[in-house]
């Protein structure tokens, strides 16, 4: 079995990682969650302090979030498209029809009270 070069490896990943950036919805407050992502993570870069990272984090796990949303991202694992959702099902249950659409209690005489 052959292994591939690590240039291979890398190419491949560029094309995939290029295949989905071509997918993406991008709109001005995407890019502009975009900005604000990027200065967050200069900020964690920069950052000693353990409260001040934490709180980073967790502001960029928030932009995060929004931008994912907003660019149709799907979560990691999840490669399906958003807009299947919803959509249309052809199987639909038998409804009885009829006499039999609303069924009378029957009395049991064989109960004792």
Same mark, same amino acid.
């Given at each position: ?23 993406? @919805? ?14 967050? !993570? ?9 409260? !001040? ?14 931008? %994912? ?10 490669? @399906?498209? @958003? ?8 199987? %639909? ?21």
């Amino acid at each position: 079995m052959q292994r591939r070069s690590a240039e291979s490896r890398a190419r491949a990943k560029a094309a995939g990682l290029a295949a989905v950036e071509a997918l993406r @919805k991008v709109t001005p407050q995407s890019e502009r969650l975009a900005r604000q992502i990027e200065r967050i !993570e200069r900020l964690i870069d920069e950052t000693d302090d353990a409260v !001040e990272l934490q709180r980073l984090t967790s502001a960029h796990s928030k932009l995060f979030s929004a931008w %994912q949303v907003l660019t149709e991202t799907p979560n990691p694992g999840n490669r @399906k498209a @958003k807009s299947t959702r919803g959509a249309f099902n052809p199987i %639909q249950p038998i409804r009885p029809t009829g006499s039999d659409a609303n069924p009378q209690p029957v009395a049991r005489e064989d109960v004792a009270n």
